[in-house]
């Protein structure tokens, strides 16, 4: 999502705030698919996915008068945030804890986004399969803070609150993630995840 559009999002969310329906529509068409992919890796149930990405919407319409002005970016995590208490809710409810992925696969999209990482490389496809393995391989909490760090684009606080974390905590998740990663990697490439880290610490 590039500035333009978080700024449209932006001006869609106070438009919100200030009573405008439409403005509602707008943010569930701009963030729909994001909420979708998201929640994907925390619920198997795509029924009840689709009730909760629903009822999100439907809480902020309902209580769109008591919402805070935010940035830009932080609209995102605002949704991701409410979805995931939300879908922790109803499974807790509902006795389906064992619908909670807990991050155990990981997905084809974020598969995919593992290119963005390489810069300016080309990757063999053997290499990005030692990659996707050694990924798969990781504890659960690390591949969810690489997750939210690179596929999911928030900051260090933003995964801290959202993984009941200190920030310091999510630096040693992230650190200690793409350091097994270079140790099981016998190839350059994995050089270019370090770098971008690194550059992004």
């Known amino acids: 999502m590039n500035s333009d559009q978080k700024d449209t999002h932006l001006t869609s969310w106070n438009r919100l705030r200030a009573g405008d329906n439409y403005a509602l529509g707008e943010l569930y068409d701009g963030y729909i698919q994001i909420l979708y992919k998201f929640g994907r890796r925390l619920c198997n149930d795509e029924e009840l996915l689709t009730d909760a990405i629903h009822d999100v919407f439907e809480d902020i319409w309902k209580y769109r008068a008591s919402l805070s002005e935010v940035e830009a970016s932080n609209i995102q995590f605002y949704l991701c945030k409410s979805l995931k208490t939300k879908l922790l809710k109803y499974l807790n409810r509902q006795s389906r804890h064992t619908q909670l992925s807990e ?55 933003e995964i801290a609150e959202m993984m009941s974390l200190t920030r310091h905590s999510v630096y040693n998740l992230i650190y200690k993630a793409l350091g097994q990663l270079r140790d099981n990697l016998i190839f350059v490439a994995v050089f270019g995840v370090l770098n971008f880290f690194y550059k992004n610490f």
């Open 103 to 157: 991050f155990e696969e990981i997905n084809d999209d974020y598969i995919e986004s593992v290119d963005t990482w390489f810069v300016n490389q080309e990757t063999e496809s053997r290499q990005k399969y030692q990659l996707e393995k050694s990924i798969a391989q990781l504890p659960k909490r690390q591949q969810e803070a690489l997750l939210l760090r690179f596929y999911d684009n928030l900051s260090y606080d």
